[in-house]
T-cell receptor
Framework: DTEVTQTPKHLVMGMTNKKSLKCEQHMGHRAMYWYKQKAKKPPELMFVYSYEKLSINESVPSRFSPECPNSSLLNLHLHALQPEDSALYLC?????????????FGPGTRLTVL | EDQVTQSPEALRLQEGESSSLNCSYTVSGLRGLFWYRQDPGKGPEFLFTLYSAGEEKEKERLKATLTKKESFLHITAPKPEDSATYLCAVQEGYGGSQGNLIFGKGTKLSVKP
């Protein structure tokens, strides 16, 4: 099973709303990732968790707040977003950080900020 | 300077017309090179991992190869369902970004029946 699930599939929110994106994997992977992808661009790394600890934070604004409750779950809390934050948000997982192993991506959450 | 460059940006083929996509890279100590397929509005789907020059991997109509400076994704007798954006990504072995994937901008493939 190489499945990463993400909810919701679509999200529309206003600039004053608070919402959360959820990601789950049951492959026993110990590294999980959040990416942001704008139209016709490759994915951009936002955060990396390794063994449930934040390992890499690619200078993302504080209106994005990641959380890793356990080794299977990854959340992205959103607050006071801007219209330019509208994008496809992708979650991925891999066996471990630092090893040359593939990352498996979820289907993504299409976020629209009004 | 881009570390991963994919060409062409877009490729239009007729069904059955074989071709190749290119991914050239300039990174310090390649740990792995990865090919993904991405359909519009969906997450990237993993295709292949290549680790060392001379390595080849095949899956159905796709074959990926690796040299010290570039990788090719060969598509043999493509079908319309092969239409997608193909992303190449590399993982460096040195520096502070170990484990991070460095993506190219992708090649958008369209296969017409």
């Amino acid at each position: 099973d190489t499945e990463v699930t993400q909810t919701p599939k679509h999200l529309v929110m206003g600039m004053t709303n608070k919402k959360s994106l959820k990601c789950e994997q049951h492959m026993g992977h110990r590294a999980m990732y959040w990416y942001k992808q704008k139209a016709k661009k490759p994915p951009e790394l936002m955060f990396v968790y390794s063994y449930e600890k934040l390992s890499i934070n690619e200078s993302v604004p504080s209106r994005f707040s990641p959380e890793c409750p356990n080794s299977s779950l990854l959340n992205l809390h959103l607050h006071a977003l801007q219209p330019e934050d509208s994008a496809l948000y992708l979650c991925a997982s891999s066996h471990a950080l630092g090893l040359a192993t593939e990352q498996f991506f979820g289907p993504g959450t299409r976020l629209t900020v009004l | 300077e881009d570390q991963v460059t994919q060409s062409p940006e877009a490729l239009r083929l007729q069904e059955g017309e074989s071709s190749s996509l290119n991914c050239s890279y300039t990174v310090s100590g390649l740990r792995g090179l990865f090919w993904y397929r991405q359909d519009p509005g969906k997450g990237p789907e993993f295709l292949f991992t290549l680790y060392s020059a001379g390595e080849e991997k095949e899956k159905e109509r796709l074959k990926a190869t690796l040299t010290k400076k570039e990788s090719f994704l060969h598509i043999t007798a493509p079908k319309p369902e092969d239409s997608a954006t193909y992303l190449c990504a590399v993982q460096e072995g040195y520096g502070g970004s170990q484990g991070n994937l460095i993506f190219g901008k992708g090649t958008k493939l369209s296969v017409k029946p």
